[in-house]
């Protein structure tokens, strides 16, 4: 190691050591992490759920303080959630004006979520519809994944 980076590095650390960015992340590595134990909503019932959510302080500001075990149930029932929020619907309008890139969307989803990441992906870095699809929410991209799936063609 030559003077110089023997310096930049000291004036490296002793940056970091002033900002303090050095000592939380000294103290992060060395204490232990405890699991932490979750659980998941397919685990719950739709019981457990309403009391959860009746004890949560936040239910009276948000909506949630009316529901009652049968409106949590049905709200977990596969068969009625609804798709058509505005995002998904716009990006469907331009996906079906775009023929053959329709055509390859439809066949990447019908293949997995992955596929058809990775058919975006392979876009060109000049197309619009890339760029589109890459900055979608998560939730609108699999709503935009199931319904491109249950296309025909």
């Known amino acids: 190691m030559n003077r110089q980076k023997i310096r930049l590095a000291a004036a490296t650390a002793l940056t ?21 134990s979750a659980v998941s909503v397919q685990q719950a019932d739709a ?15 948000n909506g949630e303080a009316g529901l009652n075990a049968a409106a949590v149930a ?8 609804q798709y058509g929020s505005p995002k998904a619907e716009a990006v469907k309008a331009l996906l079906k004006k775009s ?8 066949k990447a989803a019908k293949k997995g979520a992955d596929a058809y990441r990775k058919w975006v992906d392979s876009l060109s870095n000049f197309n619009p519809l890339k760029w589109t699809l890459k900055a979608l929410p998560g ?5 935009i994944i199931d319904w491109l799936a249950k296309q025909v063609g």
């Open 16 to 36: 970091a050591v002033a900002f303090g960015v050095a000592a939380p992340a000294a103290h992060a590595a060395e204490t232990a992490r405890t699991p932490v």
């Open 47 to 61: 019981a457990r759920l309403a009391t959860l959510i009746a004890q949560n302080p936040a239910a009276a500001a």
């Open 74 to 81: 049905q709200l977990q029932d596969a068969q009625v959630v």
């Open 99 to 106: 023929g053959s890139l329709f055509k390859a969307a439809v």
């Open 139 to 143: 939730a609108v991209q699999y709503e």
